[in-house]
């Protein structure tokens, strides 16, 4: 029999989402995917050139446990380039992609009972992964009409004897917002080990980019090489954590992960130092997008008050659209695949704060991305049309 736990772990909505849309792609369907948060780009050629080279080369056996100590050095530099804050190797886990990294954190971090902070909508799989190292998610609510960021207030009241770490994702998967300076402070500053998720750093379009180790050398940064680069089927990341946490981390990478793909890392190497230019073009044009589903769903009516401004994600407010259908957002976002051919992500996915939005991701072509948006509005002017008069929430 299973156990328990594997068959209490909920589905990931997102993919049920994709296997649909397949689905009907194999009917015949003409389906826009707006659902999946995977780069459309390619890998930058340089990086596969130097992975095929690497594996011709021999480049193909196990490595040092915590990553290749030039990837290691890599990253250090890439780090100082960024944000001018000094890292040492020794501070550094590689590992098979940033959802292992992250199970290597909280198994570090947690024992039993012991609790994370989380906000509420937040990306799918952190609770899952929380409770599977043996802890207990804390989902603290964010507000729309807040830019979706913790408060001081809010962190104090959920900190209990149990709390271990706070667990945030500036650019934010699914909202698209970035933390201000103020709230990164506060969770600086509060006294919990900060496990900060930066996989979509690299992908902000106004302001500066900032990272938790500006506020903090006592926090957990996790980043990795598939949004920036464009290198998801890559599967490699890395932590920078506080020295006490490394050898423990390094411990469990052994016994059950071994290392990450040796040829992966030489080509990572090349896309931390030689594909500047690539991600600056992919980052151009992932804005470009933006600002199309921006201006088109405030010309719908949304009202939009916290727009996003990093990764490639809309957090659409259809909580009058919910209500005025009858639907929740996840029958609302099959409905909408169904009857218009349009992949969309309903915010259950992620925490019971996502009910009443839907999901938008913009990382597919301006073509596609347009006819989706055309198809959108042709389902909410069908489905509620007196609503698409002015704004409606």
């Given at each position: 029999?299973?156990?328990?736990?594997?068959?209490?772990?909920?589905p990931f909505i997102v993919m049920e989402v994709l296997?649909?849309?397949?689905?009907?792609?194999?009917?015949?369907?003409?389906?826009?995917?707006?659902?999946?948060?995977?780069?459309?780009?390619?890998?930058?050629?340089?990086?596969?050139?130097?992975?095929?080279?690497?594996?011709?080369?021999?480049?193909t056996h196990y490595t040092h446990s915590m990553g290749k100590i030039e990837l290691r050095e890599a990253i250090c530099a890439w780090h100082e380039r960024q944000y001018g804050r000094k890292v040492t190797p020794d501070r550094i886990i590689v590992s098979s992609g940033t959802s292992p990294i992250l199970l290597l954190i909280f198994m570090a971090l947690c024992d039993p009972g012991d609790e994370v902070i989380i906000s509420d909508p937040h990306y799918a799989c952190y609770p899952n992964i929380i409770s599977f190292a043996g802890g207990v998610p804390v989902r603290v609510a964010v507000r729309e009409e807040e830019g979706y960021a913790f408060t001081p207030d809010a962190i104090d009241r959920a900190i209990t004897?149990?709390?271990?770490?706070?667990?945030?994702?500036?650019?934010?998967?699914?909202?698209?917002?970035?933390?201000?300076?103020?709230?990164?402070r506060a969770v600086a500053q509060c006294g919990l080990t900060a496990v900060s998720d930066e996989i979509y750093h690299?992908?902000?379009?106004?302001?500066?980019?900032?990272?938790?180790?500006e506020f903090?050398?006592?926090?957990?940064?996790?980043?990795?090489?598939?949004?920036?680069?464009?290198?998801?089927?890559?599967?490699?990341?890395?932590?920078?954590?506080?020295?006490?946490?490394?050898?423990?981390?390094?411990?469990?990478?052994?016994?059950f992960l071994i290392s990450a793909p040796a040829f992966a890392q030489s080509a990572a190497i090349i896309a931390l130092n030689e594909c500047g230019s690539e991600t600056r073009a992919m980052r151009e044009e992932y804005d470009r997008r933006r600002r199309l589903v921006i201006r088109r769903v405030r010309e719908m009516g949304f009202a939009l008050p916290a727009p996003p401004t990093g990764a490639f994600y809309v957090f659409l407010?259809?909580?009058?659209?919910?209500?005025?259908?009858?639907?929740?957002c996840y029958d609302l976002a099959f409905d909408i695949l169904e009857k218009q051919g349009v992949a969309v992500t309903p915010g259950i996915d992620f925490g019971p704060g996502g009910e009443g939005y839907?999901?938008?991701?913009?990382?597919?072509k301006y073509e596609c991305l347009e006819e989706g948006l055309d198809r959108l509005e042709r389902y909410f002017i069908k489905e509620c049309p007196d609503l698409m008069q002015g704004e409606r929430n």
């Open positions: 029999m299973p156990s328990r736990k594997s068959i209490d772990v909920p296997e649909r849309a397949q689905e009907l792609e194999r009917q015949g369907r003409d389906i826009v995917h707006l659902e999946v948060g995977e780069p459309d780009f390619d890998t930058p050629e340089r990086v596969c050139e130097k992975a095929c080279a690497a594996m011709r080369g021999g480049d004897p149990r709390t271990k770490a706070i667990l945030i994702n500036s650019p934010s998967n699914p909202t698209g917002t970035v933390m201000p300076d103020e709230s990164l690299g992908l902000i379009y106004e302001g500066p980019m900032r990272s938790m180790l903090t050398d006592e926090c957990v940064v996790v980043n990795g090489f598939s949004k920036l680069f464009a290198m998801t089927g890559w599967r490699l990341g890395y932590a920078i954590v506080p020295r006490e946490l490394a050898r423990p981390m390094q411990k469990m990478q052994q016994n407010n259809v909580k009058d659209i919910c209500r005025r259908t009858g639907k929740n839907i999901r938008l991701s913009y990382a597919t």
